[in-house]
């Protein structure tokens, strides 16, 4: 049984007194919801803040991004070794990286190795563009990001992939649960051939983009769907609660 996770990913907002307000708005009650792994993932200033705030809860907190050297002269980077005092899970290769930041298949690679060495349970994401969707690529598409994400990793460890259509991410144009189950039933098809299949069934797989409290239940009722990776309906503390809850409650009757 996969334990499902919702995890936030709150981008470039909060600053550290706004996050400590949002953590506050919502820490005892999402504390309470139980068999769903709930993850925060703040900006890389305030994780030791969110940190503080949710010692002794059952929250769980993950960082953005990662660089895939330990230490040295990287000006305005931060270590896996960093991340891993503070946090246990990092988001990679999310498509604004891809998009924003020029990073590569090779460069998320190094990531995911880095994190997987210092035993930080990468969030990897992939997602087709809309162009690619409209073309018909769509499956060509996630299949090399997975190959060249992984490649070289014998053992994937506790890894969690988010797919995360481009063309869903901050529109408001959500996949439908059906096309969100079937795209995340291939890609588990795909890592049943990478690996095997035992890995592949342990594997947490996510839906991103655009969920909201109103569309959660579509996503969390799919048999292949095992929790989201929530953007800006995680900056709203009575939405992202009601999406762990609704989570919590759909997969203890799934
Ligand atoms: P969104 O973002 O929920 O705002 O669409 C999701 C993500 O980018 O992870």
Request: charged content about 25%; glycine content about 10%; aromatic content about 6%.
């Amino acid at each position: 049984m996969r334990v499902p996770v919702i995890a936030g990913n709150w981008k470039m907002n909060t600053t550290v007194g706004e996050a400590i307000e949002l953590v506050n708005a919502m820490l005892r009650e999402l504390d309470a919801v139980d068999s769903v792994d709930k993850v925060l993932c703040p900006p890389f200033v305030s994780l030791s803040a969110v940190k503080e705030l949710i010692k002794g809860s059952s929250i769980k907190l993950g960082a953005q991004n990662i660089y895939f050297e330990e230490k040295g002269a990287y000006t305005g980077e931060v270590s896996p070794v960093m991340i891993a005092d503070l946090c246990e899970f990092v988001i990679i290769g999310h498509s604004e990286r891809r998009q924003y930041f020029s990073e590569t298949g090779e460069i998320v690679n190094k990531k995911v190795k880095a994190a997987l060495k210092i035993g930080l349970k990468p969030i990897l994401c992939i997602g087709e563009k809309l162009e690619e969707n409209e073309g018909g690529r769509a499956e060509e598409v996630i299949t090399e990001q997975i190959n060249s994400s992984l490649a070289g990793i014998e053992y994937p460890g506790e890894l969690i992939i988010a797919y995360e259509p481009v063309w869903a991410i901050g529109t408001g144009r959500a996949a439908t649960g059906e096309q969100a189950n079937e795209t995340i039933g291939l890609i588990r098809q795909n890592m049943a051939e990478l690996y095997d299949n035992k890995i592949a069934q342990d594997l947490r797989i996510l839906y991103g983009g655009s969920v909201t409290a109103d569309n959660t239940a579509e996503f969390m009722r799919q048999p292949e769907i095992d929790g989201a990776l929530v953007g800006g309906a995680s900056l709203k503390a009575d939405q992202f609660l009601s999406i762990v809850r609704q989570t919590s409650e759909i997969r203890q009757v799934k």
